[in-house]
């Protein structure tokens, strides 16, 4: 399958490589990135997890045909986080819209800036009814990210066997969104 690349002003959102593994380690292996969105809050800094992490969100896009991106900055082609989408068929809380951002890019939009991207794919070419954001009650960053992309709190939830707060939007709710922007 062909991952469709998505191309915003300041990122470019592409498939995984392989040689992503050190970049996605590194990410990974940061306690301050990691801390509200592993299972059990513990860093995963080797090649192993990193390259394990890279064949399931490819395998997500050979099985369902949409997935979660890799991240560069456009100006400098550095790999800065992960972005996109995730449903896989068991205990899940629907299709949900995640980022991950190295800690040095954030606070610069970029999270809000691939979210959006991948909200617009997710509607206009998946064709996705609703999306939905599983956020740790302590992610504030997060929710702020959710709220700018126009979702709103739809319940309490648990994702991984932890509480979680289900952000969501639907399609008709997006489209009078970008209607007035």
Same mark, same amino acid.
């Given at each position: 399958?062909?991952?469709?690349?998505?191309?915003?002003?300041?990122?470019?959102?592409?498939?995984?490589?392989?040689?992503?593994?050190?970049?996605?380690?590194?990410?990974?292996?940061?306690?301050?990135?990691?801390?509200?969105?592993?299972?059990?809050?513990?860093?995963?800094?080797?090649?192993?997890?990193?390259?394990?992490?890279?064949?399931?969100?490819?395998?997500?896009?050979?099985?369902?045909?949409?997935?979660?991106?890799? =991240?560069? &900055? @456009?100006?400098?082609? $550095?790999?800065?986080?992960?972005?996109? #989408?995730?449903?896989? /068929?068991?205990?899940?809380? %629907?299709?949900?819209?995640?980022?991950?951002?190295?800690?040095?890019?954030?606070?610069?939009?970029?999270?809000?800036?691939?979210?959006?991207?991948?909200?617009?794919?997710?509607?206009?070419?998946?064709?996705?009814?609703?999306?939905?954001?599983?956020?740790?009650?302590?992610?504030?960053?997060?929710?702020? =990210?959710? &709220? @700018?992309?126009?979702? $709103?709190?739809?319940?309490?939830?648990? #994702?991984?066997?932890? /509480?979680?707060?289900?952000? %969501?939007?639907?399609?008709?709710?997006?489209?009078?969104?970008?209607?007035?922007?």
């Amino acid at each position: 399958m062909q991952i469709p690349t998505l191309t915003t002003d300041r990122l470019i959102l592409r498939g995984y490589r392989e040689d992503d593994a050190p970049a996605i380690a590194a990410l990974h292996g940061d306690p301050e990135v990691i801390r509200y969105i592993s299972p059990d809050g513990v860093p995963e800094p080797s090649l192993a997890d990193a390259w394990d992490h890279i064949a399931r969100h490819v395998g997500h896009w050979a099985l369902k045909g949409y997935g979660k991106w890799a =991240v560069d &900055e @456009r100006a400098t082609g $550095r790999f800065v986080g992960r972005a996109g #989408l995730y449903d896989p /068929p068991y205990d899940w809380v %629907g299709l949900e819209l995640g980022w991950t951002f190295a800690r040095d890019v954030w606070g610069r939009g970029y999270a809000t800036e691939a979210g959006a991207a991948a909200m617009r794919w997710a509607f206009e070419t998946l064709g996705a009814n609703e999306v939905v954001s599983a956020i740790h009650p302590g992610n504030a960053a997060s929710i702020r =990210v959710a &709220e @700018r992309l126009g979702e $709103r709190k739809w319940r309490d939830g648990t #994702l991984n066997g932890k /509480p979680a707060l289900i952000y %969501g939007i639907t399609k008709d709710e997006w489209r009078a969104r970008n209607a007035r922007t």
